[in-house]
């Protein structure tokens, strides 16, 4: 009897022993949290000033028409930085990333578009941003991010049509019946064919640079 009951007392000390160390687990673990959290808010802090500057750079180095007829519409891989940001940290990082950059290049490089420029690209990048950013984060996978990003082209194109009513008789001094006259052959398939490269673009560069970004 003598010998079970000290099996007995054994056992319920190792039980002891091993619900501390299970408590002093937790705690350490709590304890580790903030400052994980902390320090993947820093990296993403750093990653998304430097895809920021990249955005700014690149329009400054990459401009030219897409369409013959329309030489003042011009391509530019600025949004490519934006959306892999996007991808990576989420729809509302991606949407403060677009106001960032379009603030600085509307001050900087695309100075001449004014702060019509800025309002169009905020409009229209970040629908892009808000719309791919979301349906991605429902579920990562590659199929997942060709839907979202498809979306999002087609979202950035319809912004920019009501962008382009709004703000183009201001932009070329010209009434309205002239923009209407281009939306067709000019403006729509500009638009297309824009945000169909950059989410083309980020589409192929995106799970390669991930790693990298996110530091995983």
């Known amino acids: 009897m003598e010998q079970v009951s000290k099996k007995e007392e054994i056992v319920e000390k190792e039980?002891?022993?091993k619900a501390e160390d299970v408590v002093k687990a937790e705690e350490t673990a709590?304890?580790?949290?903030?400052?994980?959290?902390?320090?993947?808010?820093?990296?993403?802090?750093?990653?998304?000033?430097?895809?920021?500057?990249i955005s700014v750079v690149l329009i400054a180095l990459i401009?030219?028409?897409?369409?013959?007829?329309?030489?003042?519409?011009?391509?530019?891989?600025?949004?490519?930085?934006?959306?892999?940001?996007?991808f990576a940290f989420g729809?509302?990082?991606?949407?403060?990333?677009?106001?960032?950059?379009?603030?600085?290049?509307?001050?900087t490089v695309s100075a001449g578009s004014g702060w019509i420029g800025v309002i169009m690209h905020i409009c229209s990048?970040?629908?892009?941003?808000?719309?791919?950013?979301?349906?991605?984060?429902?579920?990562?996978?590659?199929?997942?991010?060709?839907?979202?990003l498809?979306?999002?082209?087609?979202?950035?194109t319809a912004v920019m049509v009501v962008m382009n009513l709004i703000f183009m008789p201001l932009f070329i001094g010209q009434p309205m019946s002239v923009v209407l006259a281009m939306?067709?052959?000019?403006?729509i398939p500009f638009?297309?064919?824009?945000?169909?490269?950059?989410?083309?673009?980020t589409f192929m560069l995106y799970k390669p640079l991930s790693h990298l970004i996110k530091g995983q």
Request: charged content about 15%; proline content about 6%.
């Open 191 to 201: 638009n297309l064919l824009k945000a169909g490269i950059n989410c083309a673009l």
């Open 125 to 148: 990048t970040g629908a892009c941003a808000l719309v791919a950013g979301t349906i991605y984060q429902r579920k990562k996978t590659r199929k997942m991010a060709a839907v979202a």
């Open 150 to 156: 498809t979306c999002g082209a087609l979202a950035q």
């Open 30 to 53: 709590k304890k580790e949290e903030p400052a994980k959290k902390e320090q993947l808010s820093t990296r993403a802090l750093v990653s998304l000033a430097m895809l920021g500057a």
């Open 63 to 86: 401009r030219f028409p897409l369409i013959p007829a329309a030489a003042f519409l011009e391509y530019d891989p600025a949004d490519i930085p934006i959306l892999i940001g996007t």
């Open 91 to 107: 729809p509302v990082a991606g949407f403060l990333l677009t106001v960032v950059v379009s603030v600085i290049q509307g001050v």
């Open 15 to 17: 039980k002891e022993v």
């Open 183 to 187: 939306m067709v052959p000019v403006i």
